[in-house]
């Protein structure tokens, strides 16, 4: 519930309109989902991640776009689509997000669902200012959002990717969580 929440809420609050350019900055368990909100809600989305291997996880997902961030310079890509309406940061990588400010349209706005721990978000004034960009945060959620956003996810068919572990390799599924090997969330399952 917590990622596709946040996500969900994140994305039908940002402004956004059907047939503009959202952006999803990171693929991962928040991310996966937005990419699929964000198709179904009607925008033209754009997926942002490291390494051209996630482009096909991407299109699947519904993004009409793929931004591979090691070989391309992202906001210059985003400006040739005509800049972001909306950027969604779900990665935790302050300095990426950073520098996607710059890949925002005029009154665009980046959203940050994802906390980035101890590093800093990064912007010059100059960024936001000559742009009329807005930076700010989201938070999940509360029980009728989530009463929303299920029926919603039913519906239109978004669909988590987990990792699924039995419950006797609780071990392993925590050491896959704490050095970031976890590409999507991960779920114990009793009894197996």
């Not at 059907?18 to 179904?40: D, M, P, S």
């Not at 400006?79 to 300095?95: D, F």
């Not at 906390?115 to 807005?134: E, H």
């Amino acid at each position: 519930m917590c990622a596709g929440l946040t996500s969900f809420n994140a994305l039908r609050r940002s402004g956004a309109r059907v047939g503009e350019t959202v952006v999803v900055f990171g693929i991962g368990g928040l991310g996966h989902l937005a990419v699929q909100f964000a198709a179904k809600m009607g925008f033209q989305t754009v997926a942002i991640a490291r390494g051209a291997d996630k482009a096909s996880l991407a299109q699947n997902l519904g993004a009409s776009h793929y931004i591979d961030s090691v070989a391309t310079d992202a906001t210059e890509a985003l400006q040739a689509l005509g800049g972001a309406t909306v950027i969604l940061v779900t990665a935790p990588a302050a300095e990426a997000a950073s520098s996607l400010v710059s890949g925002l349209r005029r009154n665009g706005t980046m959203v940050v669902v994802a906390d980035t721990g101890s590093a800093v978000l990064s912007i010059l004034p100059r960024q936001i200012i000559f742009g009329s960009r807005t930076i700010r945060g989201w938070y999940s959620g509360h029980a009728k959002d989530a009463e929303e956003t299920l029926p919603f996810a039913a519906q239109v068919g978004i669909r988590p990717m987990i990792e699924v572990f039995p419950l006797t390799q609780v071990k392993d599924a925590l050491e896959r969580t704490r050095t970031g090997q976890e590409r999507f969330r991960t779920v114990l399952l009793p009894g197996q």
